[in-house]
């Protein structure tokens, strides 16, 4: 009951928080940007500019889906910021790049996301198959797996989710920073400008703190229901 509020609670602020973004991301999509280049453009150009040449600028499907694929070498920019000239379409655009300048310059926190992310996916399906079984009481038959031992199993897999989440804070964090700073050097945004490309990244990070502290929540709920059985 408790994993239950926990994740009713985080997901009831991370859907603000979403919803946050959504509204930042409309409003400032209603200002044209006085240099008039769309997102596709100042994504090629700071690429340029950072000397990357060997990472394409490709349009998806969806709303806020962009992202940086570093398998492939693409920065991923919906159809909204692909073809956007606006304030939102700029900080979008730079941030991904940002993505792409990390990867560049192996951005160590980068690299360590990057060599999380298989270790994640096979914690996921241990927790998915620790938790079927605890479903259906395959804890109860003697023998076959103590409840104390699958505990201590989720409790290492949310250890492993958490601190992927926090890895990704200053991931995240930097690339919004080398954005902003090369979008106003570089002359692309004025200052009214620049501060809603700021407070739009900022929303976008906030996404990303509260799936940090839900998880470490998670994590410390486990905990606490392990020393009580210990008690």
């Given at each position: ?12 602020i991370?859907s ?11 409003e ?6 006085a ?5 596709a ?9 950072n000397?990357i ?12 889906t962009?992202?940086y694929?570093?398998t ?23 941030h991904?790049c940002?993505?792409?300048?990390q990867h560049a310059?192996?951005y160590?926190m980068?690299e360590?996301?990057s060599?999380?992310v ?18 259906f009481?395959a804890f ?15 409790i290492g897999?949310?250890s ?19 954005a ?6 570089r002359g ?19 996404t ?5 502290i839900?998880?470490l ?8 229901i392990f020393?009580?059985?210990r008690d």
């Amino acid at each position: 009951m408790g994993l239950i509020i926990i994740g009713v609670v985080f997901m009831l602020i991370g859907s603000l928080v979403s919803g946050r973004l959504k509204s930042k991301f409309r409003e400032y999509s209603q200002t044209r940007l006085a240099q008039n280049l769309t997102g596709a453009e100042i994504a090629r150009l700071m690429l340029a500019d950072n000397g990357i040449h060997d990472v394409k600028v490709i349009s998806v499907e969806g709303q806020l889906t962009d992202h940086y694929n570093p398998t492939n070498k693409t920065v991923n920019l919906s159809e909204e910021v692909y073809n956007g000239r606006n304030a939102a379409a700029a900080a979008v655009a730079s941030h991904e790049c940002g993505h792409a300048v990390q990867h560049a310059t192996a951005y160590s926190m980068l690299e360590l996301r990057s060599a999380m992310v298989p270790i994640q996916n096979v914690t996921s399906k241990v927790m998915n198959i620790i938790f079927f079984a605890m479903m259906f009481g395959a804890f109860a038959v003697k023998g076959l797996f103590s409840f104390d031992v699958a505990i201590l199993v989720i409790i290492g897999c949310y250890s492993i989710f958490a601190l992927f989440a926090l890895i990704t804070l200053p991931v995240e964090f930097d690339a919004s920073r080398r954005a902003l700073a090369w979008i106003e050097n570089r002359g692309i945004v004025n200052r009214q400008e620049h501060d809603m490309a700021k407070d739009a990244l900022k929303w976008a990070a906030m996404t990303y703190v509260v799936a940090a502290i839900a998880a470490l929540a998670s994590l410390m709920y486990w905990v606490m229901i392990f020393l009580g059985r210990r008690d």
